[in-house]
């Protein structure tokens, strides 16, 4: 993983990285026809050979090779493909980059819950 800090033209300060997700997280099929790929070693008509564990990954559907994700506070912003030699951009196509990103909501997970005050 790579990982950038640069300033847009407002002067903001941004950390981009790239986010590559493990690879039985990607779904290997087809997207032209929605079929699944044919294994090298043996045809998908031999039964159902995947396994298991957990729930379906919850990866937005276009983003299966990974995203460009830049950080500014609370802003979070994903870019999907990931343009390639993005690590060696100047600042300037960072920032491009930066402005043709996708807003990401901010994550639940990640927030403490609110305590009650006595």
């Known amino acids: 993983m790579a990982f950038r ?29 929605g079929a699944l790929l044919i294994e090298e070693d043996g045809d998908r008509r031999d039964g159902d050979r995947r396994v298991t564990v957990g729930g379906r990954s ?11 994700c830049f950080e500014h506070g609370d802003d979070r912003r994903r870019l999907s493909p990931i343009p390639s030699d993005w690590s060696h951009a100047t600042d300037e196509q960072l920032a491009g980059f930066l402005r043709a990103a996708s807003r990401v909501r901010p994550s639940t997970r990640s927030a403490p819950a609110a305590q009650p005050e006595p």
């Not at 937005?60 to 460009?68: N, S, V, Y």
């Open 58 to 68: 919850s990866l937005t559907p276009g983003i299966h090779d990974g995203w460009l």
């Open 5 to 33: 800090t640069f300033s847009d033209a407002e002067g903001n300060e941004w950390q981009a990285f790239d986010v590559v997700p493990r690879a039985n997280e990607r779904r290997r099929y087809d997207r032209r026809s």
